[in-house]
């Protein structure tokens, strides 16, 4: 089984629709994060989250927000969906390594269309 | 801020050419981690490599090849006789020590031709 998993894999949903993606891990990781990747622009950081309390903004969190339920859940929402959060959505992990800052583990990615 | 540019938007060669993908850097901190992570056309996200800023070794693993320059803020990446399989997008990113946060650049496209 995969480490990260992410669900849905593919949505479909309408302007102004409210849209959950959901993140689990069994890396037993304590940072999580989302991303999202749009052509030629690479990924950017949504939101982090370094353990179950602590949630903070990344680069472009506007008409997003996350809960993290648990250590191996974190989810992010869009309360009312628009056609330019058309993308790629990743959720990754991560800990601190054996040398300080560790490689960044990504799931499978969640392609959100919204019309 | 920290900031990755990654130059080379497509390289295409042929079978068993040398691939190198460019990536420049800018950051304010002194100490900070480097990596490089592949995206197939599957989409997952793949690491490869992780490099920090205090140690300038280049490395060779495998056909993957590194030339870390923090002179002149570089950190390239060389495929060694490339493979259709190496086809894939190059994300070249950036993370400070304390904030763990990575930053990506654009990513290169490399199509390898058999």
């Known amino acids: 089984d995969a480490d990260v998993t992410q669900t849905p894999r593919n949505r479909i949903t309408k302007t102004g629709k409210r849209i959950m993606l959901e993140c689990s891990q069994t890396?037993?990781?304590?940072?999580m994060y989302w991303y999202r990747q749009d052509p030629g622009l690479g990924l950017q950081l949504i939101y982090y989250?370094?353990?179950?309390?602590?949630?903070n903004k990344g680069e472009i969190s506007d008409g997003y927000s996350v809960s993290r339920q648990a250590q191996a859940k974190f989810s992010l929402s869009l309360e009312s969906a628009i056609p330019n959060q058309t993308a790629l959505y990743f959720c990754?992990?991560?800990?601190?390594?054996?040398?300080?800052?560790?490689?960044?583990?990504f799931g499978p990615g969640t392609r959100l269309t919204v019309l | 801020a920290q900031k990755v540019t990654q130059a080379q938007t497509e390289i295409s060669v042929v079978e068993k050419e040398d691939v190198t993908l460019d990536c420049v850097y800018e950051t304010r901190d002194t100490t900070y981690y480097l990596f490089w992570y592949k995206q197939p056309p599957s989409g997952e996200l793949v690491f490869l490599i992780r490099r920090n800023s205090f140690d300038e070794q280049n490395e060779i693993s495998g056909r993957y090849s590194w030339n870390f320059q923090k002179s002149t803020s570089s950190f390239n990446f060389t495929i060694t006789a490339s493979q259709v399989v190496d086809s894939a997008v190059y994300f070249c990113?950036?993370?400070?020590?304390?904030?763990?946060?990575?930053?990506f650049g654009a990513g290169t496209t490399v199509t390898v031709r058999a």
């Open positions: 989250s370094f353990d179950v309390k602590d949630i």
């Open positions: 890396k037993g990781h304590d940072r």
């Open positions: 990754a992990t991560s800990d601190e390594g054996l040398a300080g800052v560790g490689e960044q583990f």
């Open positions: 990113a950036l993370s400070g020590v304390y904030d763990y946060k990575l930053s």
